[in-house]
């Protein structure tokens, strides 16, 4: 059972979450924050301010965009792991990208997905996620793999009011997809048990 025995303490996440701006969060590492947010600014990034998740204590973003071309860009604390990077950008045809540096046990061709899953007509589905990993890597890094990545799709219109708005549905779509792996995965320990 291995694995699948740790799981079945692993309670499912919160279904939605919401930022609430934060003028000054306490963070643990505060000079990586600085960091990386120096680097978003370097890169032509606007500061789009701070946020807690209240339904996540600990837990901290600072978000930045770049409105030329259309991508958000963040950083999170989460309290037991650090401060990671993320970039994302949405597509007209629901296709999201993502670039981040978080730690992850994924394999290498799990890291780095560069293929949207494809409807039933060879379309993406709208809520298919291109997702890139580069674990360590510098903001600077992720840019540069981000902008190497975009290709040539019409991309979506962002505007510092949309951020909240995108996390929170991302989270939303994240967490629902967790959550039904965690089920099946409980569900495949107890047919293991019985």
């Known amino acids: 059972m291995g694995q699948l025995e740790n799981l079945k303490h692993l309670p499912p996440l919160a279904p939605t979450i919401s930022l609430?701006?934060?003028?000054?969060p306490s963070l643990k590492d505060r000079r990586k924050?600085?960091?990386?947010?120096d680097e978003f600014v370097n890169?032509?990034?606007?500061?789009?301010?701070?946020?807690?998740?209240p339904e996540k204590p600990g837990y901290v973003v600072i978000a930045?965009?770049?409105?030329?071309?259309n991508i958000f860009g963040f950083i999170q604390e989460f309290p037991q792991l650090g401060i990671f990077a993320?970039?994302?950008?949405?597509?007209?045809?629901?296709t999201r990208l993502r670039v981040s540096n978080y730690i992850t046990t994924l394999t290498p061709e799990q890291r780095e997905n560069k293929k949207a899953p494809q409807g039933e007509n060879g379309?993406?589905?709208?809520?298919?996620?291109?997702?890139?990993?580069?674990?360590g890597a510098s903001v600077t890094g992720l840019a540069a793999l981000m902008k190497e990545s975009l290709g040539?799709?019409?991309?979506?219109?962002?505007?510092?009011?949309?951020?909240?708005?995108?996390?929170e549905n991302d989270y939303a779509e994240?967490?629902?997809?967790?959550?039904?792996?965690?089920?099946?995965?409980?569900?495949?320990?107890?047919?293991?048990?019985?």
């Open 43 to 53: 890169l032509g990034f606007a500061s789009l301010g701070s946020f807690t998740i």
């Open 20 to 24: 609430e701006p934060a003028s000054s």
């Open 152 to 167: 040539d799709k019409p991309r979506k219109a962002l505007s510092g009011e949309l951020f909240k708005a995108c996390y």
């Open 123 to 135: 379309s993406s589905e709208s809520s298919s996620t291109i997702a890139i990993n580069r674990e």
């Open 33 to 37: 924050a600085d960091s990386c947010s």
């Open 86 to 94: 993320e970039l994302r950008c949405y597509y007209e045809d629901g």
């Open 64 to 69: 930045f965009i770049d409105e030329k071309e």
């Open 174 to 194: 994240e967490a629902k997809h967790i959550n039904e792996v965690i089920e099946q995965l409980n569900a495949q320990l107890v047919k293991r048990v019985c």
